[in-house]
Every structure is written in structure tokens, then in C-alpha cells.
């Protein structure tokens, strides 16, 4: 099967930036630059996440994501600040093809239901941020990964999926950055809960990686640091592996 490869790009202040489980930010560079660079490197797709707007209680920055959209060769997916269904339409007005709702789901479910209805479940992506609790439990984390709705993921995913969005991006905060891997026992969980794709995010540190995901029943892999760092210095270095390595090492 072939599964996408997503990098995903996180805007903080203006620029991009890169955390480990979602602090100790990382300046990474523009924009505008690195979606220019991922144009050369036919990328299947990008995610574009602005970490500030929920946090400071404000819209989009329509201006920013629309030139960054301009940029783009490839389907792009904007998150960051999305609470009503004029938000998700002028979203898709600046050139994206997905928007990503987070912690809006849990203020007003029926948003992905109207916006589903309105412009069609492919365009709306769930993004679900899960860390364990004290207890060893998997939960549900909003606000960057600071608040805990102590919401279970398989549930919620289930929840997400019957009010209709088009696919879920599951995130794993304590992997953020880490390149420990995916977790997979999560990607398998929340898969097997529902009849929709399933985007892994959090730890990557390799085209294996990528393909244990796959096997865990993801239909795309998305990352970061892996994207943007050269290791073992963390030297910033935009990369995206050959078409020759993805159908060697993950397409197989």
C-alpha cells in the first residue's frame, strides 16, 4: 500500500519552530523558504500547524497561511485556532485542501459535522493529542499539551470519526521530538477503532519507522524533526528521504 509521508511545520511567532514533547522550542527557519525546499523534493503533502493561535485566542493568520499556500506544490493541511465553519471555508479559500481541528472538537463536535456536511469529510482532519497519566492511562491533552480532558483516544477517535470527519491525526506528546519511534501499540489502537485513515505523528527517526506505522494500520506517516534536523548535532537541514528509499524501505 502506498502510504503518505507528511512533514509537518510548526509556526510559532511568525517562523517555524520544532519541540520535544511540545516545549523546549527550536527555531527552524521561514516558512516560506522551507516549503520552497520541499517543492524540489516532491513531497506528498504538508502539514501546517500555527501553535499560538488557540493559545492567545485568536483566528488564523489568514495572511501568513495564504502566501505560504501560494508557495506550495503539493495538497497542504492548516490547524491553529479553527473554532467555526467560516474559519474552516476561508481556510480552504487560501489554497488548502484539509483543515485540522483540535482542541475545538471538544468545545463543539457539531463543527466537524457541519463542516462535513458543508465541504465534505475529506477536507476535515481530527487532530487528537494523547500522553499517559500518572496511572499508565492513554489520555486526551488540548492547549498545547497542557490541559487533560481525561477523554480515553480509542473512544474520542470513534466520537471524531461518526460525526464525520475524514481522517484522524493521533499524536503521542511524551514521543514529540524524541525519535524513539512511533507508538505503535497506539496507531494500532486507534486504526482498528475506525473505518477512516489514520495519520502517525510523534518520534519518527527513520524510514523504518515509517513502516512499522504502516504496519500498524497507518495510511500516512507525518513528522518533524526528522524533516528538519541533521542528526546527531541537530544541525537544521531540510530533508525528505529519495523516492527510491520510500519504495525500498516503505512502499514495499
Known amino acids: 500500500m502506498r502510504i503518505r509521508v507528511i512533514p509537518t511545520l510548526l509556526l510559532h511567532k511568525g517562523g517555524l519552530i520544532k519541540s520535544v514533547q511540545f516545549k523546549n522550542y527550536h527555531y527552524v527557519g521561514d516558512p516560506i523558504n522551507t516549503v520552497k525546499i520541499f517543492n524540489e523534493k516532491e513531497v506528498d503533502e504538508i502539514t501546517v500547524i500555527d501553535i499560538d493561535a488557540t493559545k492567545e485566542n485568536r483566528p488564523p493568520n489568514f495572511k501568513q497561511i495564504a502566501e505560504i499556500a501560494s508557495e506550495a506544490f503539493m495538497p497542504m493541511a492548516y490547524g491553529g485556532g479553527v473554532s467555526t465553519l467560516d474559519e474552516i471555508k476561508k481556510i480552504l479559500f487560501c489554497g488548502y485542501e484539509k483543515v485540522i481541528v483540535n482542541k475545538a ?84 489502537s486507534i486504526a482498528s477503532a475506525v473505518n477512516i485513515p489514520v495519520i502517525a505523528v510523534g518520534g519518527a527517526a527513520s524510514v523504518e519507522d515509517f513502516y512499522k506505522a504502516k504496519i500498524a494500520g497507518a495510511s500516512a506517516v507525518a513528522a518533524g524533526s526528522f524533516f528538519v534536523f541533521q542528526r546527531p548535532h541537530q544541525a537544521v537541514l531540510i530533508s525528505y528521504p529519495t523516492q527510491t528509499e520510500l519504495k525500498e524501505k516503505l512502499f514495499k
Open 105 to 188: 472538537l471538544h468545545n463543539n463536535i457539531n463543527l466537524v459535522t457541519q463542516a462535513a456536511n458543508s465541504v465534505g469529510s475529506q477536507s476535515i482532519v481530527a487532530s487528537i493529542d494523547v500522553k499517559k497519566n500518572l496511572f499508565g492511562a492513554y489520555k486526551i491533552y488540548t492547549d498545547n499539551g497542557k490541559n487533560s480532558t481525561n477523554k480515553n483516544p480509542i473512544q474520542f477517535a470513534k466520537d471524531v470519526a461518526n460525526a464525520g470527519v475524514g481522517e484522524i491525526l493521533i499524536n503521542n506528546i511524551d514521543a514529540d521530538g524524541t525519535y524513539k519511534g512511533f507508538d505503535i501499540n497506539l496507531i494500532r
